[in-house]
């Protein structure tokens, strides 16, 4: 993962052949598909966006969303957790960041369900016409936003402008590097936080005791559920590991699910969870240059979801059972959950 000079990200991070073509995304590169140091400069650009500030700033807005969601799955028999609270809450959170006005958030969304799903399944040519859609959309809010600012990402890389070098087209491809990356790995998070924590009443009765542990077990349950569970890189040119020969051009799987439960890092209990490991190194967001942008979001939104659920839902259930998770390889989340606020 960190070695970008072996290890390219140019052509994509799943084994479909050409894909970038396919998905529609000849005339601009997102983030996630920058080698450095052309992604150095870039990144250094968006990340301001994202600062402990920046993050600390959204979570008023995140808790009233999610404590209005979870009060709506309280009114109800039974619920899915998913489609009320784990997939809208993710999305909320990256249209807020990119400035997309309430008015326009379904269009938004709709452009996002169908990234996300091809995405899932590995099928680009599924994403294209929304990908056409949403470079269409964010070219014309970059255009607004150049004559009236606001206070979010593409506020300020507009403003950065030819300064920083920086085009309409990279816009886009960051705008498409928040839907891909900020959507469903949270929304396998959250099903898979709940699912993990009920089948381990102890240590949820602990966590509802001792809220002030929610922001350790939020990287435990991260190392857990890993909700991406692996990305593609391209070999430059032949790479030894161990006795293995990695030939130039071919395609490598990182398999961070594997990694996060290696009893090696973890102990022979890499297995099983523990709300109280307080474990380090976890590769969930990855390792190096392309690490998260966004991972203190995604751990504040884990974080207050877990503190309002365990609150107001602390007897809560699932039923993994009658779940069911989505299709494709490389993210794993349930796209549909079964919730019961109170099995007492």
Not at 126 to 136: I, K, N, P, Q, T
Not at 159 to 185: H, R, Y
Request: proline share 6%.
């Amino acid at each position: 993962a960190r070695d970008t000079v072996a290890f390219s990200s140019a052509e994509w991070l799943t084994f479909v052949a050409d894909e970038r073509r396919k998905a529609g995304l000849e005339d601009f590169a997102p983030l996630v598909m920058l080698d450095p140091p052309v992604h150095t400069a870039f990144r250094r650009l968006v990340a301001r966006g994202f600062t402990p500030r920046h993050v600390a700033a959204i979570e008023p807005d995140v808790r009233a969303f999610v404590a209005e969601r979870v009060e709506r799955l309280r009114q109800v028999p039974t619920g899915d957790v998913v489609a009320e609270l784990a997939g809208p809450l993710p999305s909320f959170v990256v249209a807020r960041y990119l400035g997309v006005p309430a008015a326009d958030r379904a269009r938004f969304d709709g452009w996002t369900e169908a990234i996300v799903a091809a995405n899932a399944l590995g099928d680009p040519a599924g994403a294209s016409a929304a990908v056409a859609g949403l470079a269409g959309y964010f070219a014309e809010l970059a255009d607004h936003r150049r004559r009236h600012p606001g206070d979010d990402a593409v506020s300020e890389l507009v403003q950065a402008g030819d300064d920083a070098g920086v085009s309409t087209l990279d816009v886009i491809g960051f705008a498409f590097t928040m839907v891909t990356g900020g959507n469903d790995t949270t929304t396998g998070l959250l099903g898979g936080a709940l699912e993990l924590l009920a089948a381990a009443p102890d240590q949820r009765a602990h966590l509802v005791a001792n809220p002030g542990d929610l922001p350790d077990a939020v990287d435990e349950l991260l190392r857990l559920t890993s909700p991406v569970q692996g990305l593609a890189r391209t070999a430059t040119h032949d790479v030894t590991v161990r006795d293995t020969t990695i030939p130039a051009g071919d395609k490598v799987l990182l398999l961070y699910g594997a990694a996060n439960r290696d009893a090696r890092q973890f102990g022979a209990d890499a297995e099983e969870l523990d709300v109280r490991r307080r474990p380090d190194r976890i590769l969930t967001f990855g390792s190096g240059a392309h690490f998260c942008l966004g991972a203190a979001a995604a751990r504040l939104m884990g974080r207050v979801a877990l503190e309002e659920l365990l609150a107001r839902c602390p007897r809560y259930a699932v039923d993994p059972a009658a779940g069911r998770f989505a299709p494709g390889n490389f993210v794993r989340r349930y796209e549909a959950l079964p919730f019961v606020a109170d099995a007492s």
